[in-house]
């Protein structure tokens, strides 16, 4: 691909997850073949790889807006765990996902490169050199990821490790070569499994092997591509790299990658023996961050003793990144020596850790939050010392979802009810969903959507009864909360709510009662105990609402089993209510709210994440609004947060509590959830107690309008043509224009059976070489 005569830039999209669910359907609906096989042979296709669904959108975006992007990982050979419930508790299994190969994916053992570890580091009148390593080799795997009806095929490469023939054998004394041959194990353990951590940093050696692996074989790669290319100029043997950061352009998804910016400059400086000022300057302006998570126990911070034996070189460019960092720092603010320890990134007092938000900050030209108010979080307190210093490297990108995925594959019968009221353009230009505006009181469309919503729900309802041997009344609203299991996603407080509703019906049983499903699932982190009572408590407390005949099919509740892309694909087309219930200021972006409101669900949400922007998009009246804002919760962290308050203030949420207390839900283990309690009343940072009144009181008004089938469709169409924003498509596009600068294309490239065009510089058009 080429731009005033030079070629664009390549995009390097790198990330320690990718969560690609199954590749057959979705391939065959961005070649345009989607109607040539039939369900039959789809379902048969296997899962593909794993985790950080906006990073397979953007994939998908990327292609299809024709831009030359690679996507970067490791090739897990087990992916995030299979969730098995067992007696109302979750266990995990591994997931052999390539047990019956991958038929997408092409090994490319000629592009294999050796990782180094640990060694020392040699300095010299010529420099500094990395010796005595340990090498493991990264094998790349290739999967094709196609645009949309564009004849455009990207690729996503992966690395395996494996280790090298000569491993443990090279030294003479080893007598024993079973022993060496076994130990290979060690090294290709590093590509084994992904660590299933859900916003919790945990320290492992085995992690940070991983996160090098992938940044040292990549960068090796990107660097051999443009050597190869005519623009890596070279002066006899020397390359020229003046224009690197205009053909490259790398994107490091969360700080996994941060280990990139070092070894960059490794490359640069040790290898290729440019002057740091220079090397400095190419790797700013090659690298971009993108922020996903403000919790603080998230943010990756390695031990200096780590990084020192693991990768001793790097530590050495670190110090010296931060040293020239600090000395900048000093010379602007002279005597502000606490502003020095804040925008470190070595953090000093008790283990010695690097920061690594803050390398990542420090060696990028552009840093992104995910939306507008995580964006806005990220600026003014996480990050507050750097946006004062270079508020124009901070930026804002909403993350989007694929309308060819999260729409098309998963929800035909809507895709083709609007493609028969707006034209099929909108697939590649979601912005058209507006033109639904005008159907709004158009009395046969309003009776389409909610046939279509009604076969999904029954289809749903079927796959539930065989599932869960539970009855399900498919004209009950499907109240969905699907998301990782984690307090602050605050399932407990929809748990709350189900005790509520229950307590409600028991009270009464003759009066008016608007029939739910509600259905819970999740995984949670196998180390996280209190998400794993979680999933428990609500377990126990389906199988009393389940089976009390009083209630019978006023109310059920699900938890479904083993949440993954595939399954999100049967639950939200078929989904009334989306539940996006976060304390705010907690949420990054949120993908899952756009899939639910672009398939025809109404949301009940905190002014959160992207929350906020699709109530903006759709006015805040079209969205079940509730809860404590930013500055709620501000002013409520000043004040001091007292659960016991509302516990004795509020009835129902007393009466709630108190039967978990005392067991109502575990007779036969009454304390089993004392550490839930514990929790709720001393110490929940989520603060689920004081959003749990506004909560009830907005799921009172959700019933109230589920009863009027016509306004609540009404409702359903106005979001639906408010979620164009919401395109994966336009969050690329941005990213593209603001942090790449590079221009998407919506040119179709001929498919390879037709002759091309040759461009001028007789290059045949859209032939550059992909390897």
């Known amino acids: 691909l080429w731009e005033n005569g030079r070629p664009a830039p390549r995009i390097y999209y790198l990330s320690l997850e990718f969560y690609m669910g199954r590749t057959l359907q979705n391939t065959m609906i961005n070649l345009g073949l989607q109607n040539a096989c039939d369900e039959a042979v789809y379902q048969v296709s296997a899962g593909a790889a794993t985790s950080l669904a906006s990073a397979a959108c953007f994939l998908d975006s990327m292609a299809t807006l024709g831009l030359a992007a690679y996507g970067y990982g490791i090739r897990y050979e087990y992916g995030i765990f299979n969730q098995k419930i067992r007696d109302g508790w979750q266990v995990e299994e591994a997931d052999d996902w390539l047990r019956h190969g991958n038929p997408w994916e092409k090994a490319r053992p000629e592009y294999m490169l050796p990782v180094h570890f640990y060694g020392r580091v040699e300095h010299s009148g010529t420099g500094a050199k990395w010796v005595d390593t340990q090498v493991v080799l990264a094998l790349p795997y290739d999967t094709p990821v196609p645009g949309y009806m564009n004849n455009t095929v990207n690729t996503m490469r992966l690395w395996s490790a494996r280790a090298p023939n000569d491993f443990n054998l090279r030294d003479f004394n080893v007598g024993d070569y079973i022993q060496a041959v076994l130990d290979r194990n060690l090294a290709e353990n590093i590509s084994r499994v992904l660590y299933p951590n859900d916003n919790f940093f945990e ?451 007393k009466q709630a509590v108190d039967q978990i207390k005392s067991g109502f839900f575990s007779s036969n283990e009454p304390d089993l959830f004392k550490d839930v309690v514990n929790m709720l009343f001393h110490h929940d940072r989520f603060k689920v107690f004081a959003d749990y009144e506004a909560y009830v009181k907005c799921q009172e008004k959700v019933s109230e309008l589920y009863l009027n089938s016509k306004a609540w469709t009404k409702m359903v169409i106005r979001n639906i043509a408010a979620a164009g924003k919401f395109s994966s498509d336009r969050t690329i596009k941005e990213y593209a224009r603001d942090i790449w600068h590079v221009e998407p294309s919506d040119l179709k490239i001929p498919p390879p059976n037709e002759p091309r065009e040759v461009a001028e510089d007789g290059t045949p058009n859209g032939t550059e070489a992909r390897a």
């Open 203 to 653: 320290g492992k050696e085995l992690r940070l092997k991983q996160e090098y692996f992938v940044v040292a074989a990549t960068l090796q790669d990107i660097l051999r591509r443009f050597k190869a290319s005519k623009f890596g100029g070279t002066d006899s043997v020397r390359t020229v790299f003046d224009s690197f950061p205009d053909q490259v352009a790398i994107q490091l998804n969360d700080t996994h990658p941060a280990m990139a910016i070092p070894e960059l400059m490794r490359i640069f400086v040790d290898i290729e023996k440019l002057p740091w000022n220079k090397a400095w300057d190419i790797t700013k302006r090659t690298f971009a961050y993108t922020n996903h998570t403000v919790l603080p126990e998230a943010l990756e911070r390695w031990p200096v003793d780590l990084v020192e034996k693991l990768l001793p070189r790097h530590l050495q460019i670190i110090y010296e990144i931060n040293q020239r960092h600090l000395d900048h720092i000093a010379s602007l603010f002279p005597a502000d020596v606490d502003r020095l320890r804040r925008m470190s990134l070595i953090e000093e007092g008790g283990t010695k850790r690097i920061n690594m938000a803050h390398l990542c900050i420090v060696g990028s030209h552009a840093v992104n939050g995910v939306a507008k108010i995580h964006s806005e979080i990220v600026r003014t307190q996480v990050f507050q010392d750097f946006a004062e210093l270079e508020p124009e490297k901070f930026q804002n990108k909403t993350n989007g979802i694929t309308p060819r995925r999260w729409l098309l594959l998963c929800n035909p019968g809507l895709a083709e009810l609007i493609a028969e009221k707006i034209g099929e353009d909108y697939v590649r230009d979601l912005s058209q969903l507006a033109k639904l505006h005008d159907f709004v009181d158009d009395d046969l469309f309003i009776r389409e959507v909610a046939k279509v919503k009604q076969e999904n729900k029954v289809k749903f309802a079927l796959y539930l009864e065989k599932e869960y041997k539970v009855k399900i009344n498919p004209s009950s609203m499907f109240d969905v909360h699907v998301k990782r299991i984690h307090e602050y996603k605050r399932q407990l407080m929809n748990c709350l709510h189900i005790i509520t509703m229950y307590n409600r019906i028991k009270r009464d049983p003759t009066k008016l009662f608007v029939p739910r499903t509600v259905i819970i699932g999740g995984k949670a982190a196998p180390g996280y105990h209190m998400a794993k009572m979680i999933i428990k408590l609500i377990n126990a407390v389906a199988q009393v609402v389940n089976n009390d005949p009083v209630v019978g099919s006023k109310l059920k509740v699900i938890f479904l089993e083993n949440y993954r892309v595939s399954l999100a694909e049967k639950v939200i087309p078929a989904t009334d209510l989306s539940e996006q219930i976060s304390t705010a200021g907690t949420e990054a972006s949120g993908t899952g709210n756009m899939k639910f409101m672009l398939n025809g669900a109404l949301t009940i949400g905190t002014m959160d994440g992207a929350n906020v922007e699709m109530a903006e998009e759709a006015g805040e009246e079209n969205l079940f609004i509730f809860g404590m804002r930013v500055e709620d919760v501000a002013e409520l962290d000043r004040e001091g947060y007292d659960a016991q308050q509302y516990y004795d203030r509020l009835p129902e949420l």
